[in-house]
């Protein structure tokens, strides 16, 4: 077996082995009980059920996300099994980027090292339960960050493929999750810059084209999908307009705007996340040293996406994970460093290499956000226990009401029938209205409330309430009380 594939397979085994451990996406936990993957999955459910995105379902981020979520859902519609692989895959991806950006440098780098990295990438506090856009979105922003890194942007461009190649991430990425572009915007700079430098201007033009094809290809199965339904003017509202509207500091959300804000907001991040400072300033350093065009490309591509994960939106700590395509490149320094320890004795390189990745192994067990909920039996979670309930109900439809999606429709394996299938984080006045009403007219057979209860006037009964404990991004694990409504059979 040749070296490049036994690399591959290790790649490869050590994300099954990283994500099946730290992420609540995998077979070993319950339920990923995050309520944006919820929300991901549900919404990929109903999609697969014919629901058209935005018009007859609602959600928030990107249309590609979904399409994802609802092949997710094609593996399982009442699991995160499907979510699982996904995250396998984008790992995978994600990893066997960053070991190339390895074997390009160092001529004596060892793959052992990788199981480790991704221990520490993927237990930070930004990785939060698994399943975030930005994870998803990752190893296409680690591709195109790739490309440019391998670039000498002294005395050369990117070629027209690779242009073309790092459109189509770019289309992707813009319809996961738009703010994540701000990368692209600063390669497209740094491309126009080395153009001009090195006067080759006529290559500006092709490189801009290609750049724009890939762009067009990417988006043409979300414009063929929209165009097909007669929902273009759903996807404008809702992905752009309202986002934008009513996730801005203005509209009363949690954003944070000026510039002292965005600098907490920044230092908050990296607080949160010492690996990633480490391993960028790691990097930062190397470039310098080596090779200073790299290091100008590492510092405009962070300058390009800082802004966009800090300016003008509620800063989940999560947002911060794409930080892990940048932080990549400090694997470099360390793969260089264990290997020039030991030049010459390639036994001790291994077992040093192995000896690491066990210890970062252990530290990110630890450090990981999500290991409380290892081996948690599903009996014991309001999800299920609920969900015991409302599969006794021939044809029971459910309305999550009040809050994010919390679980209880995969946990049933329920498609929702209300196109506001629970509280998003919007200061939406159509979906308030529209929850509200869908209660007060008694639309679903259960209704599922947390922390607090329903108001006298609705058609339901309270016949379950359950409690149990809840953990998202930096937060120690919370205990929720849900509370399961039956709605009312009317005497004759």
Known sequence: MSRRRLAFLFIFFSSVLTITLFSKSSPLYPLNDWVDANCFLTTGKAILSGQVLYREVYEQKGPVLYFLHALCALVSDASFLGVWLLEILCCTAYAWTGWKLIVRRCKSSSFLLIPGLLFLTFTTVSFASGDSAEEIALPLVAFSFA?????????????????????????????????????YIAFAFVVLAASLAQKRYREILSLAIAFLLGILLSSLPVLF?????????????????????????SAGGRGRGGRQSI????????LENPVFLILIAAGFLYAVLKKRSEAIFLVVSLLGCL?????????????????????????????????????????????????????????????????????TPKEVMPQYRFARTILETENATLLNYGFLDGGFYTAAGITPTSRFFCTLNLQLTEMNQSLSASVKRGETTYVITR????????PYVLIDTASGLYQSNAEAPRRFTYYLYLLQEEDN
Request: positive net charge; aromatic residues 18%; proline residues 5%.
């Open 307 to 375: 802004p966009f994960i800090a300016l003008g939106t509620k800063p989940y700590p999560y947002y911060a994970f794409i930080l892990a395509a940048f932080s990549m490149y400090g694997w470099v320094p360390f793969s260089l460093l264990c290997s020039r320890l030991f030049e010459k004795h390639h036994l001790l390189q291994r077992m040093a290499c192995c000896l690491l990745s066990f210890l970062m192994g252990m530290y990110a067990f630890h450090a990981s956000l999500n290991t409380y909920m290892l081996g």
């Open 263 to 270: 600098i907490d907001t920044l230092a908050g991040f990296a």
């Open 451 to 458: 922390g607090k209860k329903l108001s006298g006037d609705t």
């Open 147 to 183: 490309v440019g890194m391998n670039t000498d942007w002294k005395h050369a461009l990117p070629t027209s493929r690779q242009a073309l190649i790092v459109g189509i991430t770019a289309g992707l990425v813009l319809w996961i999750k738009y703010t994540l572009c701000g990368f």
């Open 225 to 249: 999908y929209f165009t097909f339904h007669h929902a273009l003017p759903d996807l404008w509202t809702a992905y752009f307009i309202n986002n934008i509207s009513y996730y801005s500091p």
